[in-house]
């Protein structure tokens, strides 16, 4: 485990690119920490780095969102909502997103660790460390599920 701290938001970015790097489609990235931690600032430059153009913006209300034209597929969920679980779901609601052939980054993912099977998964951690700080956790480049 590598232990990062950020002093601002472009410097989350920042690593986010540097993650994305160490991505290819199939993998599954799930981002732990409180509101405003900066997960989807981490996922905004990830996607910057995969050739990612359009705004990158927290799927909150929508469950999640999917981002071509980059140089692999990107979907961005965000299962803040469903945190009492998908029972009342659809149950095929994450599939669209947990596709092979893209990489996913999925925040406040308790709800789905069932669903993620057999997937290479990146556990990221962040948490704030005071004013525009944060501390990111992401595991050496050999440590996945």
């Known amino acids: 485990m590598t232990i990062h701290l950020t002093q601002s938001a472009a410097a989350t970015e920042a690593l ?20 405003g931690a900066g997960k989807t600032t981490l996922v905004r430059g990830a996607c910057r780095a995969l050739g990612i153009g359009s ?4 799927p909150t209300f929508t469950i999640g969102h999917r981002y071509e034209g980059g140089r692999v597929p990107v979907a961005h969920l965000d299962l803040y909502r469903l945190e009492s ?16 052939g893209a990489v996913a980054f999925v925040e406040w993912p308790a709800v789905a660790e069932p669903q993620l099977g057999d997937r290479r998964v990146l556990a990221v951690r ?6 525009d700080r944060r501390e990111i956790e992401i595991p050496a480049a050999s440590a996945r599920k």
């Open 55 to 58: 705004p990158v913006t927290s």
């Open 16 to 35: 986010g690119a540097e993650l994305a790097e160490r991505l290819a489609p199939g993998d599954v990235v799930v981002l732990s920490g409180e509101v």
């Open 85 to 100: 679980g998908l029972e009342s779901e659809d149950p095929a609601l994450l599939e669209d997103y947990l596709v092979a």
């Open 126 to 131: 962040l948490a704030h460390a005071g004013g």
